[in-house]
């Protein structure tokens, strides 16, 4: 059974940091994607970064360019989302995803975590 598991969520104060963890577990991740997506209140989720299980390719929107980092631990299944630099506008809840390229050429994320809570305080 697969499984991704989110954690490091919590409350930080503007200009602070945290770091999400997703740790994968069930099934070989090789040729997969683990992406991070986000849910504001109200609002749909939304993709925010993705790196490849091998870690060659990364991918960020504009919001988060700069002051996020992903990055892979494949020794531990883990992907990792430094968070710096946070600001209001990011408080939503955080979701892992893992998929694989589809046929029409994009990723289709079939694996999802529960989600962690982050809040930035003003």
């Known amino acids: 059974q697969v499984q991704l598991v989110e954690s490091g969520g919590g409350l930080a104060q503007t200009g602070g940091s945290l770091r999400l963890s997703c740790t994968a577990s069930g099934r070989s991740f090789e040729n997969y994607a683990v992406a991070w997506f986000r849910q504001a209140p109200g609002k749909d989720k939304k993709y925010i970064a993705a790196?490849?299980?091998?870690?060659?390719?990364?991918d960020y929107i504009d919001a988060v360019k700069g002051r996020f980092t992903i990055s892979v631990d494949s020794a531990k299944n883990t992907v990792f989302l430094q968070m710096n630099s946070l600001k209001p506008e990011d408080t939503a809840v955080y979701y892992c995803?893992?998929?694989?390229?589809?046929?029409?050429?994009?990723?289709?994320?079939?694996?999802w975590g529960q989600g962690t809570q982050v809040t930035v305080s003003s």
């Open positions: 790196i490849t299980w091998s870690a060659d390719m990364t």
């Open positions: 995803a893992a998929g694989t390229i589809g046929s029409g050429g994009g990723y289709e994320y079939l694996y």
